[in-house]
């Protein structure tokens, strides 16, 4: 039962074939076979998993019927949960239980699913490999010496090792689509607004974006619809509909124009990437849909303008964590500099200290216009782009990542070189539009992943290509040796 | 030598919404620390701030009081720094998109002249929480129910050029936030708040001289006082061949004189750069002419009114309009007593006022409300008492809850106004002093003045003090 999707799961729990307590106890014992060796969960809330599942099942016996009524997911650990540590991948927030459910969270709970745990993350959502977290770095399942990417490393391993069907993502450069890409599952990141951030631990508030990671594209749109839509607690959230995905995504795609940018099928691009992706558009091609070739032409300056407003967001939304009121503190300080610098050196990692200081370099008086300025400008441009080009295509194909995952260790010594993976997958974030990662093909046996960004608010036409993909390809259906 | 102080005032009102700015927190002052601050008062992690749209109702009423520009696209940005009564490390203020811009008020001066001085600015802001360092030996503890409260902070010019000036100004721009309704106004629990940046140079000098930022003052008296030692401060550095330097200096009280608390080097860079968690506000003109219509009638027409309308002098219309409380106790007094305007502002402004100042009260904790006050000027309009009466009744109403009707009827006070009573007591008195009458009639008219005196002494003061000189006027003629 491990191997089933959202969908199922959700089939088979109504049909009686298995109860919510039956799959969370597999799942659990599952996870506690696995996390030794691959650290995907930060926190497993066992027991509070398994009394919600019954409780679920016998809400099912009285005809209740939420949508996702007893199906097991995990969220990412930058999701405050009420009563259940919350850490950020980070020793600051070691010992944080907050008071309060993020919304997202809520959403979730209101639809039915089951918490069963927390999963691991770079500290902070920074970084494109989890090995910036406080809690151990995450194997990824294809091969265990290989990272799952990150940030949503342990995320993407999660549902990789089919250690549970679906978990939640944050996506801020990046780090829903390039792990899914990695682990070889389906994630997509929706527009910036559709999802509240609310109780989502901020690391660049103007790109932070949650969503959905998944074996399907239909999973995704099952968990996208839950967790979707206006919350008046986040004034950047947008008051608009939420749509039925599940509808969407069984058009045909006769007719879609699909626009193949230059900039992405470059010298960046690996030569067997470019060969799988040029698989999966002859796929979509048979299904009807046409292929140009388009233009974003400032897409080489997303990276650096990237690594100039999410670290100035960061700087500033990481200045809460003080050491006064919650989250690490250091022992006995002698004065009030000495608590906050001893505080913040012991609690924060070293990729999380970089970008502060990157971010606090930006904003200095002096600097701010060059930096900063210049980083919106390029935003803008980037946008811009983007909408010439959604005057031409209704969506845009590309990679998700320039390479397969790599090894432990490869790039931990080169922050730029990390920083590069997400070249392919920031200018989404910079222009708030949603984009997906599904799963094309392996090269020597790692996953890759093709990306597909949209115009604003069209998730649905993202995941109804991904599904209707997925309908004429099973790479989304393997599984990894060693967690069959 | 000749010096020109400048000064200019940053004032801090805090805003009367139910709750905080970006919180559903109550805003009401001196409750138990902490138990007014939720999670996101208290900058806990994931927590967003969420506009109350009341405090940007308030800032625009502002902005219509004082004739300035309203900020069509104003924008929230962050001011980072690090502060215990902090919480998120940055405090949600505005920088180069305020809600309110250029704006102007008229001030009068004790020599009855107006000067007109320029707004630059007002901006909404959250103010930071209290950290108490008295309270734990060795340790200070922090208080965040006062954190996410809203502010506007009015930016002067460098318009006022003496403390009497900046003086005027603070009251002027108290009295309008409070006829508005948008702050009540309390400077000892720090809802009105000012700081003054004060520099001198040679007069008819073109540049500014260096300025320092006072801060902590927080009275009207405190602040002309402030002013003036930091002017005479700073001349005497400059006399003495010294220089001023830029800082920020606090004013002390009780040792009347300025500290240095900061020095430009030590200043923070603050790193402000546009919320991403909040969006810009757009302000509709249809929101704008809603408010106006909300907006009650300002103190100079207000003042207009009562000088035209109700015939008072210059004077008399603007102290009773400096307040609005004032003004609304007086209205209320001529509508419910039929006293003349006149009549009725000089025992406002008068007696009325005397006796709160003694007693150190506002004119809202006045021990004889609007309604027993009308009750006693309804009196003396009617002659039924003299002014002399009322005054001592008044003061019996301070003490008590009785009308001055029950007291006049209790003490037997009502004014004597038969003539054949009168009379009779003047007949009296003359008999009585034969040698002062017959030294008035030789001409030492001073003299009526005694007479005036004993006639009233015999009628216990009730002797309608009018009719009693005329009468005694003819009988000393003979």
Known sequence: MHKNTIAEVCQNLANGDYSSKELCQHLLERISRFNQSHNAFIEVSADAALSSAEAADQLRAKGANAPLLGVPIAHKDIFCTEGIRTSCGSRMLENFVPPYNATVVEKFNAAGTICLGKTNMDEFAMGSSNENSYFGSVANPWDTDRVPGGSSGGSAAAVAARLVPATTGTDTGGSIRQPAAFCGITGIKPTYGRVSRYGMIAFASSL????????????????????????????????????????????????????????????????????????????????????VDIDLKNQSLAVPAYYVVAPAECSSNLSRFDGVRYGHRCESPVDL???????????????????????????????????????????????????RAFEQVDVILGPTTPTTAFKHGENSDDPVAMYLNDIFTIPANLAGLPALSAPCGFVEGLPVGLQLVGNYFDEGRLLNIAHQYQQVTDWHRQIPAGVE | MQWETVIGLEIHAQLATKSK????????????????????????????????????????????ATDAEIGKRSVFARKNYFYPDLPKGYQISQMSLPIVGKGAVEVTLDDGTTKTIGLTRAHLEEDAGKSVHDAYHGQTGVDLNRAGTPLLEIVSEPDMRSAKEAVAYARKIHSIVRYIDIC?????????????????????????????????????????RAINFEVERQIDIIEGGGEVVQETRLYDADNDETRSMRSKEEANDYRYFPDPDLLPVEVEQSLIDELQKTLPELPETRKARFVDELKLPEYDASVLTADKATADFFEATIAASGATPK?????????????????????????????????????????TISGKIGKQILDQMWDSTASADEIIEKEGLKQISDSSEIEKMIDDVIEANPSQLEEYRAGKEKLLAFFVGQVMKASRGKANPAQLNEMLRKKLKG
């Open chain 1, 208 to 291: 932070d974006q949650g969503g959905p990671m998944a074996t399907t594209a239909e999973d995704c749109a099952l968990l996208l619809e839950a967790m979707s839509g206006f919350d008046e607690r986040d004034s950047t959230c947008i008051d608009r509909p939420v749509e039925r995905y599940i509808d969407a995504i069984d058009q045909s795609l006769n007719g879609l124009k699909v626009g193949l940018p230059r900039e992405y099928f470059s010298a960046e691009l690996s030569a067997p990437i470019a060969a799988a992706l040029q698989q999966a558009i002859e796929a979509l091609q048979k299904l009807g849909a046409t292929f």
């Open chain 1, 337 to 387: 500099e000495d608590l906050y610098k001893r505080s913040r050196a012991e609690g924060f990692g070293r990729e999380v200290k970089r970008r502060i200081l990157i971010g606090t370099y930006a904003l200095s008086a002096g600097y701010y216009d060059a930096y900063y300025i210049k980083a919106q400008k390029v935003r803008n441009l980037i946008s811009q782009d983007f909408a």
């Open chain 2, 21 to 64: 700015i970006f919180s559903a927190s109550s805003t009401d002052f001196g409750a138990e620390p902490n138990t007014q601050a939720n999670a996101v008062d208290l900058g806990m992690p994931g927590v967003l701030p969420v506009l109350n749209r009341e405090a940007v109702h308030m800032a625009i009423k502002f902005a219509l």
């Open chain 2, 184 to 224: 009540d106004g309390n400077m000892q629990e720090g809802s009105f708040r000012c700081d003054a940046n004060v520099s001198v140079r040679m007069a008819g000098d073109d540049k500014l001289g260096t300025r320092a930022e006072i801060k902590n003052v927080n009275s009207f008296r405190f602040l002309e």
């Open chain 2, 343 to 383: 009549l009725a502002s000089t025992w406002v402004t008068g007696e009325l006022f005397s006796r709160l100042n003694k007693a150190g009260l506002e004119l809202t904790g006045s021990p004889v409300n609007a309604e027993r006050f009308s009750g006693l000027l309804a009196r003396i309009q009617d002659n």
